[in-house]
């Protein structure tokens, strides 16, 4: 029997790991959106918008392994239930005044339980790969920032980031 009155759920009450039983919850419509940064000096990011970064199109790989990277979340975290993934988009913008990249992942899911740690892990992926493919140009490069933006469905309801809540 699971120890309702602590709110992390992943612990039995005799403190041990164990993967959360979702099988009384109703299937609704789940949504959430995380961010993430790649920071970097000028005349790297200038290797991105002008495309001539040596391994290629930085963007649109790191889009893919985003996606890629959400649909292997339950592989990589121990207890996140394996979920049937409906949508995963990825935006990946360059940002000269950062100067760097900024990646959002927008994810759904009809299920039990919600999508925050497939967002996360496909906004993680995506700035490890824009890291991979121009460390040979800049190994100082910073991956910052990674947060949900906002969260939908599921009896807790909507949630929102609020840069003051921490």
Known sequence: MTDTSSPLTHFDADGQAHMVDVSDKPVTAR??????????????????????????D?????????????????????LCHPLPITKVALELAAQPDLPGVHITATVKTGGQTGVE???????????????????????????????????????????TYDSGEI
């Open 58 to 78: 930085v963007l649109g790989v790191a889009r893919l392994a985003g996606i890629m990277g959400a649909k292997q979340t339950s592989d990589l975290i121990p």
């Open 117 to 159: 740690m497939e967002a996360l892990t496909a906004v993680s992926v995506a700035c490890l790969t824009v890291y991979d493919m121009l460390k040979a140009a800049e190994k100082s490069m910073e991956i910052t920032g990674i947060r949900v933006l906002r969260k939908e469905g599921g009896k807790s309801g909507t949630y």
């Open 31 to 56: 949504e959430a959106l995380a961010e993430g940064f790649v920071k970097m000096t000028p005349e790297t990011l200038a290797l991105i918008m002008s495309g001539s970064a040596k391994k290629g």
